[in-house]
């Protein structure tokens, strides 16, 4: 009984931050169906901004990551308006070059400004205790990552269905000449949503820091678990990648509890067998 | 016609210049009259290794006024990249075959390592591995030297330090690829021999990012103490974060570690790191006029190089390429060199070291260390106690 709650609670508590370093994806990859692959240079960027930020200018925690993730933000929009907007109409293969390419660069410079060591996010006093969940402690830090991965998703799915914003962006994506011909702002649609992205992207570098530690190699290294989630949750589908995130992260962590010999076999086989049950993910919006 | 004799004037020119420029270059070249190649990671994620030997080997250098026993030495620097066993066999080729180097040092892998055996046979070139740690590496040439140590080395006095504090039960944790492994056999072996008892093996996926599960698993088996062996960065971080949040401390079970308080790592910790305990073979905190020097010696060569195994490998690697050189007069002469090698006593920043014959394999103090808080609020690695003099435990094993 007590290894079940175990399961669940530090399933729960990894599959969220899968989550919430998988939502920015969602959003570039899975809305906007654009191959971003530069995702976790974007994600990487807010941790580090914001490790200096509160490290090294001495701000509170809660400034330090507000502003990281607003900057971030604004760096997507300003790469998104100078070089990514030429990409949109080029064949997947180029915008995986090219991202994979602009995460090289990424990696090239965290390691020359930064160097080659981990980078910490230092963690206030109410954020470092464990907090008593009756069966168990759990690290304050990680209760925060599950509130924060739920609001997102809420506040994502009510932009996306019930704002003039979310109609706008659904319209250009469908089709973007005829958006354009009926007076929505493509270029704007395109460049807040995609600064949006790079911005969830930073805000789950932040929170994931505790579990993915940041390093100039963060963009290579756990490309493959956010694509996994996104691809698994369905393509446009936040929600999907919320419930792609949970089941995955409980799969990997019962593994780790009842079968650690076998390594990642099972995260990747459950992959495996959720794509062949439903190939446009869990959740798909039936768009192909 | 008149392009052909252009071209022929182009090319009497430019082979004019050439032989000039070698003509040039001859008298540069044999003024270096000792070459000497280091193998290390200078690109990719373990880029900080190569820095380090690096600094390790030109402190020592500058150290001795640019000299060794009089010869003036041409360092030469190769990447390794990461564990790339055929590019290491190749670079080392390079480095006998078209640089003519005497002698061989760095490798940060053990693969890497392996791959050079018969490079180094049949050239008669010895080669001073600066890290690598798997034991039998250096059964497989008689041209191999190592200054750094073994998994076994560290960890058979860990074992038999726990067995003499009273400790019964004790859970191993490792990372599951060959050295963890290594690690697991050596702590397994020893520890009950010494009468305790090994209750669970775990060894964790290298791509584990969530260490919550595992340390929930080390407090729910009832022991005393876990051993740990990780490999540095990130999965040391997690863990280590992982035994404080889930309250494995509190819980009174104990931390036996080697390499993960490594002084690279270590004030990435905070204070989460405060008494954890490990055995291993040097800390920068070792209070000697010899690591004092060692350490003003680096500092002076790379102001960001950290004093830690890798950089104190590759300085006690230097003293042996040093005593090479003096025993041969400068001379290429690699049997003269490796007798030589092998008898050295000395000491060590780390403190009294010796070359045993038989295995080439450095023969040092083993230390208990706990890391505190020292000077200027920094985190150290204090020596508490030392096992005593420990030679690799590993072979025949």
């Known amino acids: 009984m007590t290894l079940l709650a175990n399961i669940l609670i530090d399933g729960i508590a990894y599959g969220m931050v899968l989550f919430i370093i998988s939502v920015g994806l969602s959003v570039t990859l899975g809305l ?87 980078q910490l996010i230092p963690l206030p006093p109410w954020l470092k205790d464990p907090i008593d969940l009756g069966i168990r402690t759990l690290p304050a830090q990680r209760l925060l990552v599950v509130l924060t991965g739920l609001l997102v998703m809420m506040i994502s799915v009510l932009i996306m269905k019930y704002s003039r914003f979310g109609i706008w962006l659904r319209a250009t994506v469908d089709n973007t000449q005829a958006a354009s011909a009926l007076g929505i702002p493509v270029e704007w649609v395109y460049a807040l949503t995609f600064g949006a992205g790079a911005a969830l992207a930073g805000l789950g570098g932040i929170l994931g820091a505790e579990l993915l530690p940041l390093e100039p190699y963060y963009p290579i290294k756990y490309l493959v678990l956010v694509l996994v989630v996104v691809a698994v949750g369905g393509m446009g589908s936040v929600a999907g990648s919320m419930l792609a995130a949970l089941v995955l992260g409980t799969i990997d962590t019962a593994s780790k509890y009842l079968a650690s010999d076998w390594g990642s076999l099972f995260y990747f086989l459950v992959m495996a067998l959720l794509l062949a049950w439903r190939p446009q993910g869990l959740l798909s919006p039936g768009r192909t | 016609m008149k392009i052909t004799h252009r071209w022929l004037r182009n090319a009497a020119i430019s082979t004019l210049a050439l032989m000039t420029s070698v003509a040039l270059m001859a008298p540069d070249r044999a003024q270096a009259q000792v070459k000497v190649g280091i193998i290390a990671p200078f690109s990719g994620p373990f880029a900080h290794y190569g820095a380090l030997f690096k600094a390790g080997a030109e402190a020592y250098l500058a150290s001795q006024g640019g000299k060794l026993a009089g010869q003036s030495v041409e360092m030469i620097y190769r990447d390794e990249g990461g564990p790339n066993p055929a590019k290491a066999r190749t670079t080392a080729q390079e480095l006998v075959v078209n640089d003519k180097v005497d002698y061989i040092g760095g490798v940060v892998f053990s693969p890497n390592a392996f791959a050079l055996a018969p490079v180094i046979t049949e050239s008669k070139t010895p080669f001073v591995i600066f890290n690598a740690a798997t034991s039998d590496i250096t059964t497989k040439s008689d041209y191999y030297l190592r200054t750094s140590y073994t998994l076994w080395q560290v960890t058979v006095p860990m074992a038999q330090h726990a067995a003499k504090k009273g400790l019964k039960k004790v859970v191993t944790a490792v990372m599951d690829y060959a050295p963890g492994v290594d690690a697991e056999n050596a702590f397994k072996s020893e520890f009950t021999k010494q009468g305790g008892q090994v209750i669970e093996s775990i060894r964790m996926p290298l791509a584990t990012n969530d260490f919550a599960p595992f340390a929930q698993r080390i407090k729910a088996s009832g022991a005393q103490a876990v051993y740990v062996f990780l490999p540095g960065g990130p999965p040391n971080l997690g863990f280590v974060k992982a035994y404080q949040e889930n309250g494995l401390r509190q819980a009174g079970i104990e931390f036996l570690g080697t390499a993960e308080t490594d002084e690279f790592d270590l004030q990435k910790f905070g204070d989460s790191a405060l008494g954890l305990t490990t055995a291993f073979h040097y800390s920068a905190a070792h209070d000697s006029p010899a690591n004092k020097a060692f350490a003003a010696a680096v500092a002076k060569q790379n102001k960001d190089a950290v004093t830690n195994y890798a950089t104190v490998g590759a300085w006690d690697g230097m003293y042996l390429i040093h005593k090479m050189i003096e025993a041969t007069g400068g001379k290429r002469d690699g049997d003269k060199a490796m007798a030589a090698a092998k008898t050295q006593k000395w000491d060590s920043p780390r403190g009294p070291v010796a070359m045993d014959p038989a295995t080439r394999h450095i023969t040092q103090n083993v230390y208990l260390r706990v890391v505190e808080k020292g000077p200027g609020n920094l985190l150290v690695n204090k020596e508490v106690q030392s096992f005593g003099q420990h030679g690799d435990h590993g072979l025949g094993k």
């Open chain 1, 32 to 118: 906007m169906r654009f191959v971003n692959l530069a995702h976790g240079a974007f994600a990487m960027t807010g941790g580090y901004l914001a490790s200096w930020f509160i490290r090294a200018q001495d701000w509170p925690f809660a400034f330090g990551a507000v502003g990281a993730v607003v900057l971030t933000g604004l760096l997507g929009m300003a790469i998104e308006a100078l070089v990514l907007r030429r990409l949109y109409r080029m064949p997947e293969l180029q915008q995986v070059l090219f991202t994979i390419g602009l995460s090289f660069l990424f990696v090239a410079s965290a390691n020359l400004l930064a160097g080659p060591e981990v």
